[in-house]
């Protein structure tokens, strides 16, 4: 129901107006309806894209402009993840806690691994095999959040000799399966 048929129903009890079909009085009702459901369409998207976590457009853009380098991921859902990681960054943001926190900003699930060495820092990233898509912009944003005083070193997931072995492949079976090298060695 629109604002014009509920300007009309809530002014026809008084019988003041003649409100049938094409009078005056149903048109000018029916008129700023039009200008009042124009409004609230406007005000329902002003505070739908005003909210991260109901952001579907102009509101996740926006957003993003205020960051040195956009996130990867193109879905909404995780442009919200990963602008919200990216909004949890601070002054105090230098725990590995808060670390791993902050580079889900990147746009895919990365990790920060202490490498038992001062001053180190290893990067993997477990749900990828070999060097995730768009790695320059994302090498780019996990070393714009990891703290400067902190060398950084990525680290990417290939099919080892033993987990192939351990999967009792043969070259036959991987001749079979259409691998080629490059494929085999992503095959994790």
Known sequence: MG????????LRPLGVYDLTAGSLSASELEAMG?????????ADYTQRECITATAED?????????FAHRPVQVSV???REAIHALLQISGDSFTLEAINRAIQGCGIKALAQ??????YIRII????AGVPEEFDQIRDIILDIIPCHLETEFYFRYLTWAELEAQQMTWAMIHQAGHTWYTLELAV
């Open 3 to 10: 604002y014009g048929t509920y300007l009309q129903e809530l």
């Open 34 to 42: 039009t200008g009042l459901d124009g409004a609230a369409g406007a």
């Open 58 to 66: 102009e509101g996740l853009s926006r957003r993003e402009s205020l």
């Open 77 to 79: 859902p995780l442009r």
């Open 114 to 119: 202490e490498t038992g060495v001062w001053g």
């Open 125 to 128: 990233f477990p749900d990828v």
